[in-house]
């Protein structure tokens, strides 16, 4: 799940290198970091989706722009993991207005805390910074709000389907029986 999010992000961010600053600033929050990080966490636990938001940005950021930002960046991505698992406490799968609510709070938590570290580490007027990033805000909160509830939940429901042991998947209490079934006999 890290290197599809990580070459997703490479490859707009390349495009977005070569395109006039504003619309690098809009094309480069498209993408599928933040739904990668919710759906590891909602799926393997906090630590795993914390882990796959954070490597997501520090793998592509080794191939684009590595900087002084890339750790900050990385843990405020990770958030959207420990998100993920604690949506996983709801349910065994999100709805998708829950799904959307947690996309647009976590979301706007992200872009703050990016925004916030921006202007503490430039020295630039907070005020300035938020000014100066509201399309780019608006951008992200749209991606997410479009890609969580619908490609996240999707992709949720196959892992869960697909990996019999995974928390919640259609086949996860007949495993749990017969592991059951083969300890006893032991």
Not at 8 to 35: C, H, S
Not at 42 to 49: D, H, S
Not at 56 to 67: A, C, H, K, R, T
Request: with cysteine; proline share 5%.
């Amino acid at each position: 799940m890290v290197a599809v999010g990580a070459v997703a992000r490479i490859g707009l961010g390349r495009l977005a290198l070569g395109l006039p600053t504003p619309a690098y600033g809009l094309l480069i929050k498209v993408g599928l970091t933040e739904t990668l990080a919710f759906v590891s966490g909602f799926l393997f636990g906090p630590a795993m989706g914390f882990m796959s938001g954070a490597m997501i940005i520090v793998i592509s950021d080794l191939f684009m722009m590595p900087g002084v930002w890339t750790p900050f960046i990385a843990a405020i991505i990770g958030i959207f993991g420990l998100g993920g698992a604690a949506v996983r406490r709801l349910g065994s799968e999100p709805s998708a207005l829950t799904s959307g609510v947690f996309a647009v709070v976590f979301t706007l938590l992200s872009e703050f805390l990016q925004n916030a570290w921006f202007a503490w580490f430039f020295n630039i007027p907070i005020a300035a910074v938020f000014v100066m990033g509201a399309s780019s805000i608006a951008t992200a909160v749209v991606n997410n709000t479009i890609l969580v509830p619908t490609l996240g939940r999707k992709v949720i429901r196959l892992i869960q389907n697909t990996i019999p042991a995974s928390p919640g998947g259609a086949n996860a209490h007949q495993v749990e029986r017969s592991e059951g079934a083969q300890g006893v006999g032991c």
